[in-house]
């Protein structure tokens, strides 16, 4: 039999939510306009209300009591009266049981039916209406936690931006087939911390895990009736809580001791959060949680006719950023996260709409200013996807300094060019050396792109050169959703082949996109499984499949294993050497002292390109070198930083070409250090001199490390030369 509360103080308006304080809970929710707040209290099986209390106080449209008598692990929701009248924006309906935004712990989840709907569903007035059903059997409930956790020595580990590599990942999808994982964390946090799993980030060489959507989120209920399931997760309903399917243990320190794991293997926990939208979608969405509490508050309503929202997501509702306490509630969340969960930073999702005060975006919007001059945010790793659906809502280029953007210029610009468009050499040079043209003027450094060729929405990296077309007939839409541009190539069969030369050229396809990813200016992004050919069956919008079509395959061919070394070395060489993430923009100028460049473009004949050459339409070849005396940074300890010189090339023609290796200076020659024709990026041992061929072949990229020659060099390579 469940405890009765008995005492009900009056408690204080912050901080809001429910905090356990070692004697009592206090409890605050914030409502401009209802006019009776109720505290429903539940059994441990979330089945029965036990007790309902109204709240005491309201201070500063706060309302709020104190139980002396509560304890961690009370589960609890609202009920929030007030009128109910859509015309004018309120949609206040107390027979809907509704979660608490500021909840640390949302356990259960929703059983669908028209209970969940502040509106008769069917009705003829349709969302005028009124439900007076209980949804409470079938809702979620809050509960209540102890935020104690033994973090010990835990410290962020800050690894500079320029020396991130970031590997995008679900986290059930990436672990929850994984053989060396125990069955009973599979798809878990619990299993992100495991010994396998962080050897794995250890092998490949990343730095950071950015976490597809762990906030508490909803199924939709369209999606239940198919059979299917929200698996990205991009449908948040709780901004404080972790979604509770990940959890092995169901306990919240489940998500600290991953956090804390990681950290100790020196991997940064990056996440990719919501908050531009919610679960609670358009006027005839379900009323679960902000509707209920107050509707003109936390959403963005057309002022024309307040019974409709104003939509910049494409989700039915967008956040309303205007309403000081709405930018609270995403401050404040922001800051849990990092204080008291120890993340690393965070991805925004749909991040232009934040920046949205009236209708156009503001890129020094009110939002900006407050998380440049926070302590604990200004901190932290903030990296923006920098578009909305709204009008003008594209904004590549135009984030503020601090934030890193996801570049998808550079992602259009490597596709095509490596699907052999012509015309693109000029284009693609901005984006291999940190899209300057984007991101230089106002003041970003390099970094501040985030590159990637694949992310979670779209074709994998196999799928990219598997399929020509998008299939997603899975996701039972008649094929009609996700891209239809992809910049893909199936080079001549649709999906899987036995076709050796075409298994071969696709292979080719991958190593060049992954090498040119990581010996690319600014700051790689990985999507897990691209590294050893996770494929989607040509599904480019998998948001919906929580199964196999998006889970990672660890059980790798022989041709996975390849790629994963190609990878793992490709990686290798980016960390290695500075000149390959470099923190200021090249100049083009000569370096003082060596007649040498920093940046030096070149046509295949080894001559310096000239204007005219960039314009060439039919140009698919150029080479580059790079000077490692050309960095012009400093390290740590004030040191100049130097690195070697190195020459990339590459060629998307269908031909080999002879790439004339340019004069640079005397007594050296270029050790080919790996070239995609192979499978493994790894040929035999060769140098090349001035004025020597190099073979680049058809559709492969070629790096060249200028080495310091001899005549004993000369010699050995004599004796070592195939005859």
Known sequence: MAKIITAVWTGKPYPLGATWNGEGVNFALFSEHAEKVELCLFDSSGKREIQRIVLPECTDQIWHCYLPEARPGLLYAYRVHGPYDPKHGHRFNPHKLLLDPYARDIVGSIRWGDAHFGYKVGSRQADLSFDRRDNAQGMPKCRIIDSAFTWGEDRPPRIPWHETVIYELHVKGFTVLHPEVQSSLHGTYAALATTAVI???????????????VHAFVDDRHLVEKGLRNYWGYNSIGFFAPESRYSASGQISEFKTMVKALHTANIEVILDVVYNHTAEGSQMGPTLCFRGIDNVAYYRLNQNDMRYYTDYTGTGNTLNMMHPRVLQLIMDSLRYWVVEMHVDGFRFDLAATLARELHEVNRLGTFFDI??????????????????????????????????????????????????????????????TGSSDLYAQSGRRPYASINFITSHDGFTLHDLVSYQEKHNEANQEDNRDGNDNNLSCNYGVEGATDDTHINTLRSRQKRNFLATLMLSQGAPMLLAGDAFGRGQ??????????????????????????????????????????????????????????????????????????????????????????????????????????????LLLLNAHDDLISFVVPTVRANVRWLMLTDTQFETGRGPSATFGEGDRYPLQARSLALLKEIAWDRRHA?????????
Not at 568 to 593: E, M
Not at 715 to 723: H, L, M, V, W, Y
Request: glycine letters at 10%; charged letters at 25%.
């Open 715 to 723: 010699a050995r390579e004599n004796d070592e030369a195939p005859t």
């Open 199 to 213: 050897e794995h980030f250890h092998q490949l060489g990343v730095s950071a895990v950015e976490l597809l959507p």
């Open 371 to 432: 998380i440049h001059q926070d302590p604990v945010l200004s901190q932290v790793k903030l990296i923006a996807e920098p578009w909305d659906l709204g009008e003008g809502g594209y904004q590549v280029g135009n984030f503020p300094v601090g934030w890193g953007e996801w570049n998808d210029r550079y992602r259009d610009t490597v596709r095509a060019y490596w699907t052999g468009t012509g015309g693109l050499i000029g284009d693609l040079a901005y984006r291999l």
């Open 537 to 646: 069956q040509g599904n480019n919008n998998a948001y919906c499949q929580d199964n196999e079509i998006s889970w990672v395959n660890w059980n790798f061919t022989p041709e996975d294993k390849d790629l994963l070394v190609f990878t793992q070395y490709v990686i290798g060489l980016r960390k290695a050497h500075p000149v390959f993430r470099r923190r200021s923009f090249f100049q083009g100028r000569s370096i003082k002292g060596t007649g040498i460049k920093d940046i030096l473009w070149l046509n295949p004949d080894g001559s310096e390109m000239s204007d005219d050459a960039w314009r060439n339409s039919f140009a698919r070849c150029l080479g580059l070198l790079l000077s490692g005396e050309g960095l012009n940074e400093l390290d740590e300890r004030g040191q100049p930083i130097r690195d070697d010189h190195f």
